[in-house]
């Protein structure tokens, strides 16, 4: 279930049956959000991605009961990719993605490390290339310096229509872990719903 390279150029037949839609997720930690998606939204094909091993382990002992590995059927409409998503995206033929979804990203608070922030100005170009006329980028932090720069990041652009964020999870958004980290903490995320310009 590992999102096939040799599909970069149609991502959408990597998919069984091959999907109508591709939505991607950067960064899914313990996957509970991508599974959420690809649960609630069989039509879609879903290009999920993280980097780190935890990650990939605990979203795959959800979908794969130990000693089930034989019987367990993985979700056709659900791709994983353990790498840096920036990498598969800039790969990512033009308007192919309806739906982009980065939830509660690292924030590198310090600002020596802004250019490692997936919200930035030089990733904003790729990321209209790529989100269709139309598409959609949800992005949530409770981070406050992370806030601060998305919301300066977005007002400095015209790609993306940027209404004002939500401070409660809109429906339709999954939980996340993070999500539930950083209400348990009384920090209080913001979740912005952005949408690519025609
Ligand atoms: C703060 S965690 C949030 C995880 C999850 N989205 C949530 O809300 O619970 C951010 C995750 O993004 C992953 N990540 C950061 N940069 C990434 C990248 N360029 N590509 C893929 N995953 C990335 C990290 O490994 C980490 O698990």
Redesign the pocket.
């Given at each position: 279930m590992r999102f096939d390279v040799a599909c970069t150029p149609d991502p959408r037949a990597a998919f069984t049956p091959r999907a109508p839609e591709l939505w991607f997720?950067?960064?899914?930690?313990?996957g509970?959000?991508a599974l959420a998606l690809a649960n609630a939204n069989p039509g879609i094909g879903l290009i999920a991605?993280?980097?780190?091993e935890q990650?990939l382990c605990s979203l795959l002992a959800r979908l794969v009961p130990e000693g089930g590995e034989a019987e367990t059927a993985l979700p056709g409409n659900l791709r994983l990719?353990d790498?840096?998503?920036?990498d598969l995206l800039r790969q990512m033929p033009d308007a192919s993605v309806s739906r982009l979804f980065?939830?509660?990203?690292?924030?590198w608070p310090k600002s020596r490390h802004a250019k490692r922030r997936?919200v930035h100005p030089a990733l904003l170009p790729e990321l209209a290339r790529v989100v269709k006329p139309g598409g959609i980028w949800r992005i949530?932090s409770d981070d406050p310096t992370y806030q601060a720069w998305v919301g300066e990041v977005l007002a400095g652009q015209s790609l993306f229509a940027v209404p004002p964020p939500a401070i409660t999870r809109p429906e339709g958004w999954p939980p996340?872990?993070?999500?539930a980290?950083a209400l348990a903490a009384g920090r209080t995320p913001l979740y912005w719903e952005v949408t690519r310009r025609g």
């Open positions: 997720e950067v960064g899914f930690g313990g509970e959000h991605c993280e980097v780190f990650g990719w790498d840096d998503a920036r980065l939830m509660f990203p690292d924030p997936f949530a996340t872990r993070y999500e980290k």
